[in-house]
């Protein structure tokens, strides 16, 4: 709609100033000339709604009557007036009141009692804190008004009237109809009272009256309103006039929401050319007919035609009214919600952050159109699986709308609506009915049924009954949905394709076959032709046709659908990867693929599991999207760096800078700072992180360069001819039959250079992660081998004999776990005969068999070896510990930093084994004792290999306390194991000299956050000698979230980790047996694997605490890459 502006009230100007002009003392007459100039100038500008353009005129012609006549009289206040009138029109709603005021000042100092003029600039006063949202001092400011207009002219004049008119529009904004229409009415019936029936006040408050019931979803009560106002505008100032204009456009709106979009389309052009014929081609009335014609194409689906509608809106503005106009905004956020539809996330969220920016400013943080806006983005962000972001904005905005609007506005009812479709999304169906209900009741009261607010309440209502299988329920609300849709918006419109689909699902569910198929196809085709053939919508189709298939045992036909809709998915998939925000913002969107990922699994293992085709399928879908995110970060990361550009280098920098803050502060404490002050700057530091991590994934654009297409063949090329890739994964398997999703299970699927994939489904993770669990025991305990061998054989027993049919004669194992199974050496389990896998096999680990793919990509050293080993910890030589006196000379590296009190003893083993492995490298650069610093190691730049020997730690996940009291009782030490357990990156890291705290400070710790910013990139080995630096929070998925994760970020090619604490001196003469073998050109994980077997066999060392502990991460191959 355009609303006619806010009634000003005015008197004779002219007259006034023609008065004052007369007073003007000048001799020649070239003060009053220049005024009269001016004046006609700045008129010709407002005709063609150039206001920013108009206000310099307008301060020039007060200049001029101020320096003539001084600061106190009637007209310079009224000058004041009207220069705020421009700012008020060009969006500087504060200037606009600061000069309000001072026109009123200067009435009240002019006058010493009420005038008329008081009521105007009191009336605009209120125009201000309406425009701002700020209801309340609005509606005060205008009962002011009111009253002194009355005091001085009486009940029945037009001051009355558009007083009246101004309560109606700020009742309606509020969604206070009842109370709104009585104001309407009253100034309409003093108006026709006053001027007769057709005056253009009168047409004024019949159009608020038709947009009043159009809002209420009443359009056949609120079309003769705006045609009598049309008629009444006409009669008075002929066809072509502004205001005729403005009434067609509204009568378009009212068309458009009836579903007439022909006769809506007619009224846009109509209005259209006659604005552009009166008022030229840039007037921001255009503009917003410009902006409503794009509403109705883009309801039509015809996204191209309302894309240039919606930026010629813009350009407009922009021009007219200023980049910082709330005008300007609504067409960011217009086009936002029009990429968003389309799936254009990336630029979705930028034009919603423009739009929100502008509100902020310009209206306010509670006002109903920042509001509006902010609920776009969290619904952005909801359609992305971004809960963790949407959330709290959801639960925000619908404070205050409660608060600002009230508990039965429409906008209050949309907040319960998609807080409650957020839930549902998340399974937590008790939380999301209530919210539906009380939104369906908001809907139904202020419209009525026949509304598409009404419809979509109706419609998610209906999908809750059938998850919760309350079809009877479900179905009358699925087909009361679908009938109201089709009479507002037509048989072509995606919201039909929306219902279409989730009443098919609800037949397909009772297994109503024949009910479902035709309903799925009819909105696989409107979804096509209204929302293009790439839409995610699609896919989700394409999928559920696919699930129908399986149903009706048509194998191949389910397969079709199935691998159309997962290769859309990856499309979609890459797109978001490569593009759009941090980590979590990526995960999130991971996330939302599950259900498709369970679904081709359990069709493979539970239907035809010994179809190569949907095998095939299954183990594509796993590569697509296991460990995904890592690897895109580390592309993007690669690519990024590889350009070699200082804008990027920068961001880089003030990356590892901020990591380095969060780290520092983290490690610190609360000390002196307030608890909340402290939570305060964590998370502010943490909010800029997270803005730098988009800033560089938005500048990925080449990252398709390196990106190649994820295809089994492509993963076949990659595995040697001896080896068998071997892919875990944790999924949860669906029954056609009972529509039902099972417990957790883990999967493998095994892969060979040639030949079709095969997959075994290894039963629940809890009774295997029980098992790992206990080994990770058994694996430290030297003094239990019974416990060892019984719990090595069992998981040997689920995890690995399953799989020895499919491995054939393969001895060269590349496994890619998931989740616990992340956490165990697999070359430690046993088979029934007590024979180790290491005995067997030469075993590497991998993130995902796609990482075969990320290796072919080579970068080269661009320096020789590093070595950090024995650090001083204490760099306060008075205050050295000498913890390792008392601990014996095979003392752990211990990670457990409880126990010694975040403290570490000094470790001489790593100096002897450093010392043994300088010869064997060429020109290493060494750093000891009080130089094994952490600063030294963020300065490397990838070097060949990187070696460090130190203390490692992890700390494990602790529950955040939310109770402040509790938190601020605690003591320093426990609010920092607290703080920490937020991010998993600040949990894990390494001690390196000065680590020892002194006032808590842990200068000399380097994180895994740190670490993640290092330039590995060229670096073909990191061995970390150190205890637990394999381990971190698993997720399923997506690996290991600690040190692991953070040497594939900075570019490692491969990686030598712990998996438990290691001994000091085991592990000395463990590294200096496998760089020999290194050195002379065996492969990284097979020379690991002889001395692994070397020490075996021996007496010393033959337990596994000793020769398990570290693994082999990443490329296997000796350095060369042979």
Not at 91 to 114: F, M, N, P, R
Request: aromatic share 8%; proline share 4%; charged share 20%.
């Amino acid at each position: 709609m355009i609303n006619f502006p806010l009634k000003t009230i005015a008197q004779n100007e002219n007259h006034i100033r023609q008065n004052v002009l007369a007073q003007i003392n000048s001799d020649d007459g070239t003060k009053v000339a220049e005024v009269e100039k001016l004046s006609a100038q700045m008129e010709e500008l407002l005709k063609q709604g150039n206001y920013r353009e108009a206000i310099s005129f307008m301060e020039k012609i007060l200049a001029i009557i101020k320096g003539e006549l001084g600061e106190n009289n009637t007209y310079t206040a009224i000058l004041y007036n009207n220069l705020g009138e421009l700012y008020f029109s060009v969006g500087d709603y504060q200037k606009a009141q600061s000069l309000y005021q001072q026109g009123l000042t200067i009435i009240k100092i002019v006058s010493q009692e009420d005038t008329l003029n008081t009521a105007i600039f009191t009336n605009n006063l209120g125009k201000v804190q309406h425009i701002l949202g700020n209801y309340p001092e609005a509606e005060s400011l205008y009962q002011q008004a009111l009253t002194i207009t009355k005091k001085l002219s009486g009940e029945k004049n037009l001051t009355v009237a558009t007083l009246l008119n101004n309560l109606g529009d700020l009742q309606r904004l509020q969604g206070n109809y009842p109370p709104a229409e009585s104001f309407y009415l009253q100034a309409l019936s003093i108006a026709k009272e006053v001027s007769g029936e057709n005056n253009p006040d009168s047409a004024i408050f019949l159009n608020n009256l038709g947009l009043l019931y159009y809002l209420q979803g009443d359009n056949e009560k609120a079309e003769p309103f705006y045609l009598e106002a049309l008629k009444i505008k006409k009669a008075i100032f002929g066809e072509n006039h502004p205001d005729v204009a403005i009434l067609l456009n509204n009568l378009a709106e009212l068309y458009r929401s009836q579903g007439q979009y022909e006769k809506a389309k007619s009224f846009y052009q109509e209005s259209l050319t006659l604005s552009k014929k009166i008022l030229g081609e840039k007037h921001p009335n255009i503009a917003q007919t410009l902006n409503n014609f794009g509403l109705l194409l883009y309801s039509l689906g015809d996204y191209q035609e309302a894309e240039s509608l919606y930026q010629q809106a813009l350009t407009i503005r922009k021009e007219a009214l200023g980049e910082n106009h709330p005008d300007t905004a609504q067409s960011f956020n217009n086009l936002a919600l029009m990429y968003n539809t389309q799936g254009n996330y990336q630029e979705a969220e930028s034009y919603y952050l423009q739009a929100l920016n502008i509100y902020k400013k310009a209206l306010g943080e509670n006002h109903p159109d920042t509001l509006t806006t902010l609920n776009n983005l969290a619904e952005l962000y909801r359609s992305q699986g971004n809960y963790q972001e949407a959330e709290p904005i959801y639960l925000q905005v619908l404070t205050a709308r409660r608060k600002v609007l009230g508990d039965n506005h429409s906008d209050t009812g949309q907040s319960l609506n998609n807080l409650a479709l957020m839930y549902h999304e998340q399974g937590n169906l008790q939380k999301a009915e209530p919210l539906y209900l009380e939104s369906l009741a908001i809907y139904q009261k202020n419209f009525g049924e026949n509304n598409p607010d009404t419809a979509t309440s109706l419609n998610n209502l209906a999908e809750l009954y059938r998850i919760q299988k309350r079809y009877k329920e479900a179905e009358p609300l699925y087909l009361q949905s679908l009938a109201i849709r089709k009479k507002l918006l037509g048989e072509k419109h995606s919201d039909i394709a929306q219902s279409l689909n989730n009443l098919a699902l609800f037949y397909n569910f009772q297994s109503e076959y024949d009910k479902a198929e035709p309903l799925f196809q009819q909105s696989l085709t409107i979804y096509q032709e209204s929302l293009g053939k790439k839409h995610p919508n699609i896919a989700t189709l394409l999928n559920n046709l696919g699930g129908l298939y399986w149903d009706k045992n048509n194998i191949p036909l389910a397969l079709d659908y199935l691998t159309q809709g997962t290769n859309l998915e990856e499309d979609r998939l890459n797109e978001f990867l490569n593009t759009i925000g941090n980590e979590s913002r990526k995960q999130a969107y991971i996330n939302t693929l599950s259900i498709s990922t369970n679904f081709v699994i359990s069709l493979h293992l539970k239907s035809v599991s010994n179809n190569p085709q949907a095998a095939r399928l299954a183990l594509t879908t796993i590569l697509r999207r296991k460990g995904r995110v890592l690897d895109a970060l580390s592309n993007i990361i690669a690519t990024l760096r590889s350009q070699n550009s200082p804008q990027i280098q920068t961001l880089f920098d003030n990356l590892a800078e901020k990591r380095s803050q969060l780290a520092s502060l983290s490690f610190e404490g609360v000390g002196k700072l307030n608890p909340s002050a402290y939570q305060e700057l964590i998370r502010n530091l943490e909010e800029e992180i997270r803005q730098l991590e988009t800033n560089l994934s938005s500048k990925s654009n080449e990252f398709r360069t390196i990106n190649q297409p994820i295809t089994l063949e492509n993963i076949q090329k990659a595995i040697p001819k001896n080896t068998a890739l071997i892919e875990y994964l944790v999924y949860n398997p669906f029954n056609p039959k009972t529509k039902e999703i099972g417990k957790p299970h883990y999967v493998a699927y095994v892969l060979h250079s040639e030949g079709e994939p095969q997959g075994v489904d290894l039963g629940e993770t809890e009774t295997i992660d029980k098992l790992v669990k206990e080994l990770r025991i058994d694996l430290a305990d030297i003094g239990k081998p019974e416990d060892l061998a019984n719990n090595s054989q069992k998981l040997h027993q689920l995890i690995f004999k399953p799989l020895l049919p499919l491995l054939k004669d393969k001895k060269t194992l590349l496994i890619s776990p998931d989740s616990q199974l992340n956490l165990i050496p697999f070359v430690a389990l046993q088979d029934e005969q007590g024979k180790y896998l290491a005995e067997s096999y030469s075993i590497s680990y991998l993130t995902s068999g796609r990482d075969l793919l990320r290796l072919q990509t080579k970068f080269q050293p661009q320096s020789d070896a590093v070595i950090v080993a024995n650090p001083t910890y204490n760099l306060d030589t008075d205050k050295i510990l000498i913890a390792s006196a008392s601990r014996g000379k095979n003392i752990k590296r211990s990670g457990d930093l409880d126990q010694l009190a975040w403290c570490c003893g000094a470790l001489e083993g790593t100096k002897g084994e450093a010392n043994a492995i300088i010869p064997l490298l060429s020109h290493p650069q060494v750093f000891t004792e009080n130089q094994a610093l952490a600063q030294n190691i963020i300065k490397v730049k990838a070097p060949q290999i990187l070696h460090i020997a130190t203390h490692g730690f992890f700390l494990p996940n602790v529950e955040k306390e939310e109770n402040m009291t509790t938190f601020n009782n605690m003591d320093s030490q426990s609010q920092l194991t607290i703080i920490k357990s937020e991010n998993p990156l600040l949990r894990s890291g390494l001690a390196f000299a000065g680590f020892n705290p002194a006032d808590n400070k842990m200068d000399g710790a380097l994180t895994a956050l740190d670490a993640s910013s290092l330039y590995l990139w060229g670096t073909k080995l990191v061995v970390l000698s150190a205890c637990q630096t394999g381990i971190g929070d698993v997720r399923n998925g997506e690996g290991v979230y600690g040190l692991r994760r953070a040497f594939v970020l900075a570019g490692a090619e491969s990686q030598l980790m712990s998996l438990w604490d290691v001994f000091d001196l085991t592990t000395q003469e463990l590294m200096t047996s496998y760089y020999k073998r290194l050195m002379k050109g065996e492969g990284r994980s097979e020379a690991l694997r002889q001395v692994q077997l070397e020490m075996l066999n021996s007496d010393k060392f033959k337990h596994p605490v000793h020769w398990a502990a570290f693994i082999p991460l990443g490329d296997w191959r000796n350095l060369d890459g042979k």
